[in-house]
């Protein structure tokens, strides 16, 4: 008797922008993954949240809107922003309601330089700069903490307070090791700015400390966030798995993007290792409302981001099917004009869908 085939229940919130152009893109190559492996299908549900929605309603989601995410086993996110609505607003309202609603609180961030793309470092070629960044995704300097006094008075005070839970440090640091562990090279970079912050930062080392016991097979080292931006420019090399505070990692992620050739490419997970509820994939970027509706937006990032949803979905062969079709793409030079080509989101969509059917 053949197997039974699974049904992935997948949530697509493409939202504002480029966001319903990579998505639309992204779930053409899931299509076309899930028909070459046979074993699994994608049941996907589409939801209309965003910024129209505010502007006609004065919500991005619905106030249920958790609950009607949390029986799916994945969500699909395309990007939030629009030109006439604050960033607060938006940030606020769609994104962060969801990660920290479901306490996604590892967002991981592979960065490599695919064939065909230009790193702006020079020598530096696919291979050589291959990364994944876990950025804490739950506390620290995004918690939200802090607040005005005086307000608009000449002695006005602003705080913006970091908070870190022994919780928060170690379940994000182990995740890291294990990550690290999963991967050939099994070498992790922590970083933190403990020279300058003496008490949160310095924590971070030491719960470092304490976890690295449980993993003498990891290679590891500590590096201040300002070194650590050289050493990502002079030695791209040397690094492999990074692991850093929500800002520190924030930031280091968009060098992590620009170098590896544009934020076109970069995806990212929002994942709770602990599955309690679905785990949140998206492309880094954001909406782009210089090239919406042009049809040039680069899916590559949306591409990858699919494939990490499948990895975490449990379905690894599809997730790798998909990044060598991707690749392949990238190296024929189907490349759209952010990464120096001149093809168009679907032309890049069609030729991925086509070397996933046509792969030996
Ligand atoms: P947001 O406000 O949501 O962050 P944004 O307009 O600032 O959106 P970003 O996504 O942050 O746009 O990207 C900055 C610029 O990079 C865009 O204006 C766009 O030109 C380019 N860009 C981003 N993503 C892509 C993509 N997928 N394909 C091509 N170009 C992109
Ligand atoms: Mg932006």
Same mark, same amino acid.
């Given at each position: ?237 040397? +690094?492999?798995?990074? !692991?850093?505070?929500?800002?520190? &990692?924030? /930031? *280091?992620?968009?060098?992590? =993007?620009?170098? $590896? ?60 099917? +998909?990044?060598?079709? !991707?690749?392949?793409?990238?190296? &024929?030079? /189907? *490349?759209?004009?952010?990464? =120096?080509?001149? $093809? ?17």
């Amino acid at each position: 008797t053949p197997d039974a085939v699974r049904t992935y229940r997948i949530a697509a919130i493409p939202a504002d922008g480029i966001g319903p152009e990579v998505i639309a893109a992204g779930l053409q190559a899931l299509e076309a993954v899930a028909r070459r492996d046979g074993g699994f299908t994608l049941d996907v549900t589409d939801f209309d949240w965003g910024s129209d929605r505010y502007k006609r309603s004065g919500a991005l989601m619905p106030e249920d809107g958790r609950e009607q995410l949390k029986d799916f086993d994945a969500i699909f996110f395309g990007a939030v922003g629009a030109p006439d609505v604050p960033d607060h607003i938006t940030l606020w309202g769609l994104r962060l309601p969801i990660c920290q609603g479901f306490d996604q609180y590892a967002n991981v961030r592979p960065t490599k330089i695919l064939p065909g793309i230009t790193s702006p470092l020079a020598n530096v070629g696919p291979g050589d700069l291959d990364w994944v960044i876990v950025r804490e995704n739950s506390e620290g300097e995004y918690a939200g903490m802090g607040g005005r006094a005086h307000r608009g008075m000449p002695e006005e005070v602003g705080t913006e307070v970091a908070i870190f839970t022994r919780t928060g440090v170690e379940r994000i640091m182990r995740y890291a090791f294990q990550l690290a562990q999963s991967r050939p090279r099994k070498l992790l970079t922590v970083v933190t700015k403990s020279n300058a912050q003496r008490h949160g930062m310095v924590m971070w080392d030491e719960i470092a400390e304490e976890v690295s016991r449980d993993f003498p097979d990891i290679s590891w080292d500590k590096m201040l966030v300002d070194a650590m931006t050289v050493r990502m420019v002079k030695n791209p090399r040397s +690094l492999d798995t990074i !692991v850093a505070t929500n800002l520190h &990692a924030d /930031i *280091l992620s968009d060098l992590a =993007g620009a170098l $590896a050739g544009s934020l076109g490419v970069a995806p990212t997970g929002n994942i709770d290792p602990e599955r309690r509820g679905p785990s949140m994939f998206e492309p880094i970027h954001g909406s782009a409302f210089d090239i919406t509706g042009k049809g040039i937006a680069n899916p590559v990032a949306t591409f990858w981001t699919a494939s990490q949803m499948l990895e975490h979905l449990g379905e690894a062969a599809a997730a790798q099917r +998909l990044m060598r079709a !991707v690749e392949s793409v990238c190296a &024929a030079g /189907i *490349l759209t004009p952010d990464v =120096g080509g001149s $093809a168009t989101t679907q032309d890049v969509t069609t030729a991925v869908c086509e070397a996933i059917r046509s792969e030996n």
